[in-house]
């Protein structure tokens, strides 16, 4: 049966759908993992190090065992396959006991009262470190065409600069939390994680206990943005700790254990030159990068390179990465790991170049928009970065921006523009969906994905109900269960390509079974007819031709005395990878403006314009892209994770000295997406989205800041005392 003749009256697909899970959301009734109520729960607070490397010498716990409601203090767990060896000390803040209680309260006095001695050993943090000792990335290896520094020597204008991002700490609403329940040799996580699928293999691995015996439960997630993408300490030693406990355990990191619990977006370095002819057709390029990662478990921001070396046209190019193994905790992703770090520098660099050259710099990407992708050797699938500069200048009023710095004014503020472009690639990977039709007429798809925030429950509703044919009240889509069919990791942008693909493979094949089973069914209305000529419309089989021949999932199902009919499906992608560079794309605009004598800088208004393929639910897609600017906001001009280099301590592990965006650094901010499918990657034609909407936004606002002010600021975040 052709995808042409199925469906509702008005596709849900393409319609700007609320979320399905909203209601449960704002009235209280999601239950996240630190809410289920576990009879005979006890809690569990982790004892952190205070030192970054050393060894543990002695551990006193009297005190603590002695205080009122106290069961045990646990910190043997040499039985447990960690990244470390427990009695070494790898980073500060690195779980050393566990105290548990009986209330939350008596565990976190207990905690305070656990002493704890070390052999300190000497460390460093700091990236900047002369001591530090970088080795190469093994995921992004050393790449270069042509002669890039021949080429550099020889160009008529040269930029050659330094960029530097601090480090950027997690800090979602919900914190990391855990709770642990053993029934004999059986394990159940409820659990705060992306993965639940991967947290379940890695819980395993970590006790030795078949995967199949333990059991990852997590069906909302209040904001995760990467950080919840591994499996961190704190969720294996819960298992640990309630397997040794005999009786159920919560346990909760407070914000100021998640900056050194969970992982972060890791500091960075980047040498940026670029070399082009006095019309501005760029002729070479060196890209030299490196990021601090953790020497017990090395963490590659790989990404960090993938722009420079294919998003604009140079013969010559060279690009290497270096990592900095350090005595710090393992960073992690965070949204659009790597690629919004490659992209300040590149997009830094290519307004310095405009600037230098008097081109406006939509017009200098243009004379260098690529053909082909020159780093993989590949034809684009599709590529409409173009476009996005042009609709989105159109919508932005680009034209209207004075290319002199500090030549536009608002009362005593500098007034300034700046843009970017924005790439991320399309990620899929095999999954598994299956689909259920009732006989009351309702129908149950699942897939063990999970939601963060970017919509998984809503979008895959609207996918199912399209290619059932019913309306999509009368779909529920399940996940955040392990026990459910496979599922990648829900990152990277790939959920809806991924499980999307194999939500509409499982979709499709159950509407064609009961299609089958109608036609050759003599009692049936479409006993005969041919399936390519039936429909489905409103949950109701009918042939094309003939509508008023008739009947519903309903009908058939009692007729053959079943409940239920179902079908899982899996889908993978085919080797389109290694014939087509597929990315989404987007331009991004920002206006800013600067009290100078504050060195204060205040977002007027950004404005993207992104090609992300087919847009599923375009209410979803709306609320990432703003999502992404606030995102955005914070890494050009608030985000900053202050670390005492002397014990590597991290100062402001608070939200009241970390700063996010509030509302009052949230103006006016809208995307738009062109109207477009790629139908290389995945058969719903999407590309991906969730990553690629903070690709452009730091430097953006930094081009901005220096059409405001004509300093080029090149360290993020922009503070005051650079601007003073």
Known sequence: MSETTIGQPVPAVGQPMSRVDGPLKVTGRATYAAEYNVPGLVYGVIVNSTVSRGTITAIKSDAAL???????????????????????????????????????????????????????????????????????????????????????????????????????????????????????????????????????????????????????????????????????????????????????????????????????????????????????????????????????????????TTLPRFLYDSPAMRSQYRLVPLDVHQPTYMRGPGAVTGAFALESMMDELAHQLGMDPIQLRLRNEPSADEFANLPFSTRRLTQCYQQGAQAFAWSQRNPVPRARTDGGLLIGMGMAAAAYHTGRNAADALARINDDGTAVVASATSDMGPGTYTSMTQVAADALGLPTSRVTFQLGDSTLPMSPIHAGSQTMASVGSAVFAACN?????????????????????????????????????????????????????????????????????????????????????????????????????????????????????????????????????????RDGRIVNANMADYLVPVNADVPALDATFLPAEDAVPDPLGVKGLGELVIVGVPAAIANAVFNATGKRVRDLPITLEKLL
Do not use: C
């Not at 105290?99 to 943090?125: G, K, M, W």
């Not at 389109?576 to 004598?597: I, K, N, P, W």
């Open 509 to 645: 094949s159950l509407r064609d079974s009961f299609v089958r089973t109608a036609v050759v069914d003599p009692a049936s209305p479409l006993h005969g007819v041919a399936p390519e000529q039936v429909s489905v419309r409103d949950g109701s089989l009918l042939v094309t031709a003939a509508p008023e021949r008739t009947e519903t999932y309903q009908q058939i199902l009692r007729r053959r005395g079943r409940p239920s009919m179902d079908t899982q499906q899996s889908w993978s992608p085919d080797d389109s990878a290694t014939r087509f560079s597929t990315y989404a794309y987007g331009a991004v605009f920002a206006e800013v403006a600067v009290d100078e004598l504050l060195g204060v800088v205040r977002i007027r208004r950004i404005h993207a314009t992104y090609d992300t393929g087919r847009v599923i639910s375009p209410k979803l897609a709306h609320s990432q892209a703003l999502s992404g600017m606030v995102a955005g906001i914070g890494m050009a001009l608030l985000e900053h994770t202050v670390v005492d280099h």
């Open 66 to 304: 002695a205080a009122p409601g106290v069961l045990r203090v646990l910190s043997d767990w040499g039985s447990v396959r960690l990244a470390y060896q427990a009695n070494l000390v790898n980073f500060f803040g690195q779980p050393v006991a566990v105290v548990v209680a009986t209330t939350l309260e008596q565990a976190e006095h207990a905690a305070s009262l656990v002493e704890v001695t070390y052999a300190p050993a000497p460390a460093l943090t700091d990236i900047d470190d002369p001591r530090a000792v970088s080795q190469p990335s093994q995921r992004s290896p050393d790449y270069s065409r042509g002669d890039p520094d021949g080429a550099l020597r020889a160009a008529h204008t040269v930029v050659d600069q330094n960029y530097s991002i601090t480090r950027e700490n997690h800090n979602p609403m919900e914190l990391p939390s855990t709770i642990a329940q053993w029934d004999g040799d059986r394990l159940t996580l409820w659990d705060k994680t992306q993965w639940v699928q991967g947290t379940a293999n890695t819980v395993a691995n970590a006790l030795g206990v078949p995967a199949a015996n333990v059991r990852v439960i997590s069906p909302f997630v209040g904001g995760a943005f990467g950080s919840a993408g591994m499996t961190w300490q704190h969720q294996t030693l819960t298992a640990f700790v309630a397997r040794e406990m005999g009786r159920p355990v919560k346990l909760v990191l407070n914000r100021r254990q998640m900056y050194v619990g969970i992982g972060y977006r890791p500091s960075s370095w980047q040498r940026l030159a670029v070399g082009a002819s006095a019309d501005g057709k760029i002729t070479a390029l060196v890209h030299e990068a490196r990021t601090e990662t953790s020497r017990f478990q090395p963490y590659e921001d790989a990404g960090i």
